[in-house]
T-cell receptor, first 115, second 108 residues
């Protein structure tokens, strides 16, 4: 499966600031996704990052709060804007490998704490 | 509302026993199902996927799917303490929907 890296692995940010998370894949993939995992909870899909077009956001998530870029088939960024303590969470990118079907593989995650 | 439900556990089994993890789903349109293992502080790791009714075996793991009953399970044979983790079930229609996970504890 693809090797996925994320930067930063963790960060502590102040309320009202923004954090940009990078996701890098070692091979070209069509589908990249961003998830949030709040403490003690399961994974919630934020958006699908589409190469060359706007991201597709899930209900409850908006572009102004979670802008996403996908400049090529190996890289994406998620920005969490205007941070509040409720944004403290783990943010994960994943990729769907077209050759194997719908299986998704996750990056190591970014642990965000907002103070 | 598409849902995937799991018992949160913890499920405690002795080393060497069979651990049985269960999952139900509400959307009959779900095409495929996935089991992820998540160790504390780590990201989810895909361990099994199943698309068709019946059983699928991979080493010590067996995934079972019953679409009529909308039921998915994961059996872990010869459970080891290293299997202690949270197991997430996910179903796919147009996106992955995750259950809340079952925490498995394997004690020596």
């Amino acid at each position: 499966s693809a090797v996925i890296s994320q930067k930063p692995s963790r960060d502590i940010c102040q309320r009202g600031t923004s954090l940009t998370i990078q996701c890098q894949v070692d091979s070209q993939v069509t589908m990249m996704f961003w998830y949030r995992q709040q403490p003690g909870q399961s994974l919630t899909l934020i958006a699908t990052a589409n190469q060359g077009s706007e991201a597709t956001y899930e209900s409850g998530f908006v572009i102004d709060k979670f802008p996403i870029s996908r400049p090529n088939l190996t890289f994406s960024t998620l920005t969490v804007s205007n941070l509040s303590p409720e944004d403290s969470s783990i943010y994960l990118c994943s990729v769907e490998e077209a050759t194997t079907g719908q299986e998704q593989y996750f990056g190591p995650g970014t642990r965000l704490t907002v103070t | 509302q598409k849902e995937v439900e799991q018992n949160s556990g913890p499920l405690s089994v002795p080393e060497g026993a069979i651990a049985s993890l269960n999952c139900t789903y509400s959307d009959r349109g779900s095409q495929s199902f996935f089991w992820y293992r998540q160790y504390s502080g780590k990201s989810p790791e895909l361990i099994m996927f199943i698309y068709s009714n019946g059983d699928k075996e991979d080493g010590r793991f067996t995934a079972q799917l019953n679409k009529a009953s909308q039921y998915v399970s994961l059996l872990i044979r010869d459970s080891q303490p290293s299997d202690s983790a949270t197991y997430l079930c996910a179903g796919y229609t147009d996106k992955l929907i995750f259950g809340t996970g079952t925490r498995l504890q394997v004690f020596p």
